[in-house]
């Protein structure tokens, strides 16, 4: 029996893990009490590191379809099938006709940071679509205009900060998310222990929501309204700082007096104008929002309000407010101020813009129904289940059934890759390397951490690296060497740059001096080197290097989060863009709705902390005890319907209809049902006995693919006018 480090892919927290390995199997995964970052915690899923691992139902060899039946196939016939499948529509159709969808596990392997990029640039299409447009995308475009960076999104200093307002997260149930930070509930007590603030605004009553000192239930899909009643108290009553821009933002502000938004989003003036008092007398503060703030109508309005708020409260870049980490692959010093464009080209049916070179996942469909030139007729799936988790994805199941070609890089046969021609494996995580990319530009402190390999790669097992390398020498059509040629890059710009510790070398030589036994790990070796922290090739003596990594099986601790916003801005003015064009155009959208009328249930979603979106239901350890697939309702909803607690209820939306168990609780408010999301197993051709057991039904049968935040292009997955009644 051996012990193995390695960080967990499953969620965002990224926790130290310390794997018990036995005859050559996980056979037990622990928190390691000695990780920099996590010290010690997991969470049930982490547990089940090696059950995960030992799944019967995973897909161990590539696999090929014809008709109904799939055979296993070696690699090389995998990949030849790839070529003949893939090649010939680009010559046919022109590369329009391919398109690719990333999903959400590519931003926990290194496969998925390194090489996903290169593969969708590879495919030379337009049709790029991944997991961000029914997630953060809102997130990225309001970071985009105020910083000129889609990647600069600041966190909430949790461990210093004294007062911590919430909206639409449930970290205590999904670890965090576009703020990694393991112990998320640990570190929700530690700030009330100190003596700080925690207020939560959710229309449901949450784990995260029954830690805080205050909970404010709210209408789905209302936030905006209730930022900018903030916003409108910060300037009405002479506690907004006034940096350029300012004058704007009260502007857009006027219309939105916490008396005139009140009844629009459920929460009281006096408890708008209390957030704003207490945000800005608070000795430090941090406003943090997630999925339940970004997946609705005004998604990027309100990313931008919170941000907004941060800026005027004068916490944004301090400790204990909201402040941007520093990567241990990023380099430090500022940057080109290249600025953010949006909309730079325009999707073909639907007409809708690009973002960050992405189309909106729930047009996907339209691509592929929608004849014409530039039909998609091709598709590459890599780690996604598209059809359990965009609106419309039932849909979206009909048309990959109707595709010339598909191949789905992952290891499951479920709802989405049911439908490919070839699906290639991944091994599992402790037969991969690990190092965060994604979610080092995210976490609440600096560190640097990487995890070797916990075991050899099997027999007939290849790296997820050189699977997605392999693909996108074949969706080039070219044989170039994608690393080299991206090293190459890198090293002669660091060489040209004054600024650079390299300045003035050889890049041959600097590349001949990279270590690791891969081209992805020469690749992770040159960003540790020319990072921050690294050791500049030598120049910085005891600074950072793969080597450095391979030491400190634990992780190198980097300190907490310091200012750093001089750095950050990419704008073209230098300056943070306050009140973006793009941003006081949408508002009068949003003016417009305070009128609506609201009336009818509004359906949410949730998460629950033994599920990962659409992905591990397939565990017996994660899905044991009662049906969590349940319609939550409040009993006054419930009675006025004569709904029964557990008893059936059909749920009825513009979209679809789903039968689902009724849960009767509090825990929601009236008005508002809530279904979870990633459920709706069982179906044919997908191998999964687990999951098939307790399949639940999808959510996203009810979501309505029509209705986007316009700017991001984002799904809108929470504030669905949905009926029910009893079965
Ligand atoms: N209604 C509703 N819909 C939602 C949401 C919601 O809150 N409500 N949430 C949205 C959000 S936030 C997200 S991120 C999306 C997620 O949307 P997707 O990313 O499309 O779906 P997942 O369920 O995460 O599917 C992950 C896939 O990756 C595979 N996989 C797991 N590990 C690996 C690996 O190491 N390598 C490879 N190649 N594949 C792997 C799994 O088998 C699975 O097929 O769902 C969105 N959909
Ligand atoms: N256990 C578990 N952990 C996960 C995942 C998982 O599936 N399961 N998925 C991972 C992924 S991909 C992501 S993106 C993150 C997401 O992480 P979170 O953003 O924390 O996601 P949720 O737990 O869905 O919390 C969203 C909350 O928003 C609330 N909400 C819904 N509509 C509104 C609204 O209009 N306004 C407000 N203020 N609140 C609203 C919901 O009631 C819910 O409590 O979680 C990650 N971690
Ligand atoms: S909290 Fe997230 S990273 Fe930590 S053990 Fe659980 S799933 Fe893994
Ligand atoms: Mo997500």
Request: proline content about 8%.
């Amino acid at each position: 029996m051996t012990t193995a480090y390695r960080i967990c892919p499953f969620c965002e927290a990224t926790c130290g893990l310390e794997l018990t390995i036995t005859d050559g199997r996980v056979t037990g995964a622990r928190g390691d009490r000695d990780d920099v970052f996590s010290h010690g915690f997991i969470c049930p899923k982490g547990a089940t590191f090696g059950e995960l691992e030992a799944d019967p139902d995973r897909v161990r060899a590539p696999m090929v379809r014809t008709g109904e039946d799939w055979r296993e196939v070696t690699w090389e016939e995998a990949f030849a099938t790839v070529e003949r499948g893939l090649t010939p529509v680009a010559g046919r159709h022109g590369r329009q006709a391919l398109a690719i969808y990333l999903g959400n596990p590519n931003v926990h392997t290194l496969a998925g940071g390194l090489y996903a990029p290169a593969l969708a640039k590879a495919l030379g299409t337009t049709n790029v679509y991944s997991a961000s447009t029914v997630d953060q995308m809102p997130k990225h475009v309001s970071s985009g205009l105020l910083f000129g960076d889609p990647l600069a999104i600041p966190v909430p200093d949790l461990d210093r900060t004294s007062y911590l307002l919430i909206l639409g997260a449930n970290p205590v149930d999904s670890n965090g998310s576009l703020c990694t930070a393991a112990d998320f509930p640990g570190k929700l007590k530690a700030l009330r222990g100190r003596g700080g603030t925690l207020v939560v605004v959710d229309p449901r009553r949450t784990r995260t929501a029954r830690l805080a000192d205050r909970h404010l239930g709210i209408r789905p899909g209302t936030d905006a309204y209730l930022l900018f009643g903030v916003v409108h108290t910060l300037f009405d009553e002479g506690l907004a700082a006034r940096p350029e821009g300012a004058d704007d933002v009260e502007r857009l502000a006027r219309d939105f007096a916490p008396e005139r938004v009140a009844e629009a989003c459920g929460v009281a003036a006096p408890e708008i104008r209390r957030l704003a008092r207490e945000l800005a007398a608070a000795p430090s503060a941090a406003v943090y929002a997630r999925i339940g703030t970004s997946t609705v109508e005004f998604g990027t309005l309100t990313s931008w309000l919170v941000d907004v708020v941060n800026i005027l409260t004068g916490n944004l870049d301090r400790p204990g407010g909201a402040m941007f980490p520093l990567a241990p692959h990023r380099a430090a010093g500022p940057r080109p101020r290249r600025g953010f464009a949006l909309g730079r080209w325009h999707s073909r049916v639907r007409g809708l813009p690009e973002v960050r070179g992405e189309l909106p996942a729930t047009t996907l469909v339209d691509e592929i129904v929608t004849p014409g030139d530039g039909q998609v007729r091709a598709l590459v799936t890599v780690a996604g289940n598209p059809v359990l988790s965009t609106p419309g994805g039932d849909r979206l199941g009909d048309a990959l059934a109707g595709l010339e070609f598909m191949v789905s890089v992952d290891p499951y046969l479920n709802e989405t890759t049911r439908h490919a021609h070839v699906i290639l494996p991944p091994p599992p995580p402790s037969r991969s390397g690990h190092y965060d990319i994604a979610f080092a530009d995210l976490a609440v402190r600096n560190t640097a951490r990487y995890s070797p390999p916990a075991l050899p790669l099997r027999e007939g097992e290849l790296d997820e690296c050189v699977i997605l390398a392999r693909l996108t020498r074949i969706a080039s059509g070219q044989d170039t060497d994608v690393d080299e040629s991206i090293m190459t890059r890198l090293l002669g710009t660091a060489a040209a740059d004054p600024a650079s510790p390299v300045h003035g070398k050889d890049p041959a030589d600097l590349l001949a001096s990279l270590t690791g036994d891969s081209p992805a790990l020469r690749r992770l070796d040159l960003m540790l080197r020319l990072g921050a922290y690294g050791d500049g090739f030598g120049a910085v003596p005891g600074g950072l290097s793969l080597e450095a990594l391979l030491r400190a099986p634990h992780g190198i601790d980097l300190g907490p989060l310091r200012p750093r916003l001089a750095d950050v801005l990419r704008t073209p003015s230098g300056t943070i863009e306050l009140c973006p064009p793009p941003i006081a155009e949408d508002v009068p959208r949003l003016r417009s709705g305070l009128a609506a009328r609201r009336a009818g249930l509004v359906l949410i979603g949730r998460r629950h902390l033994r599920s990962n979106n659409s992905w591990m239901h397939n565990l017996p350890g994660l899905v044991r005890g009662s049906n969590r697939c349940t319609l939550q309702v409040h009993p006054d909803d419930a009675g006025r319907l004569g709904l029964t607690d557990a008893g059936t209820a059909e749920v009825v939306s513009e979209s679809g209809a789903v039968e689902a168990e009724v849960e009767i609780t509090d825990e929601v408010m009236p008005g508002v049902v809530s279904l979870p999301h990633g459920w709706g197993h069982g179906r044919p051709g997908t191998r999964g006995s687990v999951a098939a057991a307790h399949a639940g039904v999808s959510a996203n049968t009810l979501t309505d693919p029509r209705v986007l935040d316009p700017l991001s292009g984002n799904a809108v997955l929470n504030g669905i006018p949905v009926r029910v009644r009893p079965l």
